[in-house]
Nanobody, 125 residues
Framework: QVQLVESGGGLVQAGGSLRLSCAAS????????MGWFRQAPGKEREFVAA????????DYADSVKGRFTISRDNAKNTVSLQMNSVKPEDTAVYYC??????????????????WGQGTQVTVSS
């Protein structure tokens, strides 16, 4: 079972960029599909992006498509989320998630069985 720790959150101005990282422990990281979710105050946790176990497939929520990029480095046990052209509505706690039950990408929270503690992203207007 992997454990996940996110980093890279912070305060950024609208139109700026931020890069989130998720470090995974455990030797089975490369067998896990990974995802990023976010939760704004008073809202449900929502899907942001996902990447298959080998990085060959990616998927994005419509709200971030063309602005965010998910990537992974299985040699370093990390998955990243590059956030460009950020907007105030991107403000949320961002969570990294992993699943060993699926090899491809997944949008549903129930598909993921390991979660990080989250990192706050605040976009000022």
């Amino acid at each position: 079972q992997v454990q996940l720790v996110e980093s890279g959150g912070g305060l950024v101005q609208a139109g700026g960029s931020l890069r989130l990282s998720c470090a995974a422990s455990g030797r089975t990281f490369s067998r896990h599909a990974m995802g990023w979710f976010r939760q704004a105050p008073g809202k449900e946790r929502e899907f942001v992006a996902a990447i298959s176990w080998n990085g060959g497939s990616t998927d994005y929520a419509d709200s971030v498509k063309g602005r965010f990029t998910i990537s992974r480095d299985n040699a370093k046990n990390t998955v990243s989320l590059q956030m460009n052209s950020v907007k105030p509505e991107d403000t949320a706690v961002y969570y990294c998630a992993a699943t060993s039950n699926y090899s491809g990408t997944g949008r549903r929270k129930a598909q993921y069985d390991v979660w990080g503690q989250g990192t706050q992203v605040t976009v000022s207007s």
